[in-house]
């Protein structure tokens, strides 16, 4: 008797329907595995990313930082104040440098003698 159901076990599972139901089981318990791998995967791009950003404001932050501890000096102040607001001391004058063929300082004489021209026609 034993015989005849291991003779029946092994027919079933050697047939095509026995073939199904173990791919439909192998299908139910190989699913989960796939779902889990692929928001694995997902999960590590972003840490990455997320990395990346921690990285990018911990090095904004050193600057921040570096930045506020110049500004608590007299000499950051004072820079700060001549860059934005092109401010100096009282008896301090402000030189401007050029190169000598400076295309701004050469617009400003060529516009005048323009003019000076037009002028003498009339």
Do not use: C, H
């Not at 000499?75 to 092109?86: L, P, S, V």
């Amino acid at each position: 008797m034993s015989f005849k159901r291991k003779n029946r076990t092994g027919r079933f599972f050697s047939s095509k329907y026995g073939i199904a139901v173990i791919l439909a089981v192998s299908l139910f318990i190989v699913s989960p595995v796939v779902k889990i791998y692929i928001k694995s995967r997902e999960a590590t791009k972003m840490n990455e990313g997320v990395t990346q950003e921690i990285s990018a404001m911990q090095a904004r932050k050193e600057f921040l930082q570096a930045e506020v501890a110049r500004l608590k000096t007299d000499m950051g102040k004072e820079e700060e104040a001549r860059e934005k607001f092109n401010v100096g001391k009282p008896d301090e004058e402000m030189l401007i440098i050029t190169d000598k063929g400076s295309v701004s300082g050469e617009s400003s004489s060529t516009v005048q003698n323009i003019w000076q021209t037009i002028k003498s026609w009339f």
